[in-house]
């Protein structure tokens, strides 16, 4: 199994009601995406000096699902709207063991 994690840094003018909008989207994602296991998102509570403001945790089979996943035209809609107001983006896709 793949595990992706993006979290992100917007523009002040990202709205709060936008955001929402935005995470409601990739919410969801699993039912439009059927490479995607599981996805998560939601907000920091922390917001220390490291904290990003959101984060995307989405599970996929393998490479292959996670690639469609990236070119699929559900996701391509919600970094239509991101795209414009983030400030960063950091990502990690890494192997997870199969449960026993």
């Given at each position: 199994m793949?595990?992706?994690v993006a979290v992100f840094r917007f523009v002040p003018e990202f709205s709060a009601e936008?955001?929402?909008h935005w995470m409601s989207l990739l919410r969801a994602l699993p039912e439009q995406i059927p490479q995607l296991r599981s996805l998560s998102v939601g907000a920091d509570v922390l917001g220390?000096?490291?904290s990003h403001e959101l984060a995307v945790v989405a599970d996929f089979d393998d490479l292959d699902a996670l690639a469609a996943?990236?070119?699929h035209p559900a996701h391509e809609e919600v970094l239509r709207i991101s795209a414009?107001?983030?400030?960063?983006?950091?990502t990690?896709?890494?192997e997870m063991p199969e449960a026993p």
């Open positions: 793949i595990r992706h936008e955001r929402e220390g000096p490291a996943y990236a070119r414009p107001v983030m400030l960063s983006l950091a990690v896709d890494f």
